[in-house]
């Protein structure tokens, strides 16, 4: 069963819009940690923010936030005031174990966002 | 600056040579670390979880005996594409997990091996 769902193949947002991306996740485990990463056409991986299942506020990075909802099992992406450089891929993953401490991370199919000028 | 750094970036080999691909944690010591595949346009594939002074976990239907992992240090990984096929092409990307911290996953900046 697909652990973590990103229902976006590809989003479009104007620039200085906001965009959400979306999405769920599926684990039994009390204690796991999810995470997005933003992945340009170079190729890297760029750890964008993170969320502890017992955080109890939403995670923010600068114009990153994470709207955590925990009974859901969601755990969307806001970019607020989108750039051109926030065209890329973006991924959701999951970390199960205490505080995602431990074992791989799942990844999500992506969304891959572009932002139009 | 980059914590991971992973190397070559790229690299073209012929069908049967074998490539190895290092990942090297920079600023902090790690036992464990992660070996990841993307095919274009498809999401990030676990491969094996790279123990340091251990024998590397793989996961399902990834063959050990032609990717093979070596932690010989807290701050190295490598992996070996043995025997390459043209059906091995694809983006590998390593990740490092520092010792003791929880959180966040660092990553290398991949390596793309076309196999001719």
């Known amino acids: 069963a697909q652990k973590i769902t990103q229902t976006q193949p590809g989003m479009f947002v104007q620039e200085k819009e906001a965009v959400t991306l979306d999405c769920t996740y599926d684990?039994?485990?009390?204690?796991?940690?999810l995470f997005w990463y933003k992945q340009p056409s170079s190729g890297e991986m760029i750890f964008l923010i993170y969320?502890?299942?017992?955080?109890?506020q939403n995670a923010t990075e600068g114009r990153y936030s994470l709207n955590f909802q925990k009974a859901r099992k969601s755990a969307n992406l806001v970019i607020s005031a989108s750039q051109l450089g926030d065209s890329a891929m973006y991924f959701c993953a999951m970390r199960e174990g205490p505080s995602g401490s431990q074992g791989n991370l799942i990844f999500g199919k992506g969304t891959k966002l572009s932002v139009k000028p | 600056g980059a914590v991971v750094s992973q190397h070559p970036s790229w690299v073209i080999c012929k069908s049967g040579t074998s490539v190895k691909i290092e990942c090297r944690s920079l600023?902090?010591?790690?036992?464990?670390m992660f070996w990841y595949r993307q095919f274009p346009k498809q999401s990030l594939m676990l491969m094996a979880t790279?123990?340091?002074?251990?024998?590397?976990?793989?996961e399902q239907g990834v063959e050990k005996d032609k990717f093979l992992i070596n932690h010989a240090s807290l701050t190295l990984s490598t992996l070996t594409v043995t025997s390459a096929h043209p059906e091995d092409s694809s983006f590998y990307i390593c990740?490092?997990?520092?010792?003791?911290?929880?959180?966040?996953?660092?990553f290398g900046e991949g390596s793309r091996l076309t196999v001719l």
């Open positions: 684990t039994s485990d009390q204690s796991y940690g």
């Open positions: 969320q502890g299942s017992y955080d109890e």
């Open positions: 600023d902090f010591q790690a036992t464990t």
């Open positions: 990740s490092v997990l520092p010792s003791g911290r929880a959180g966040e996953l660092f």
């Open positions: 790279s123990n340091e002074g251990s024998k590397a976990t793989y």
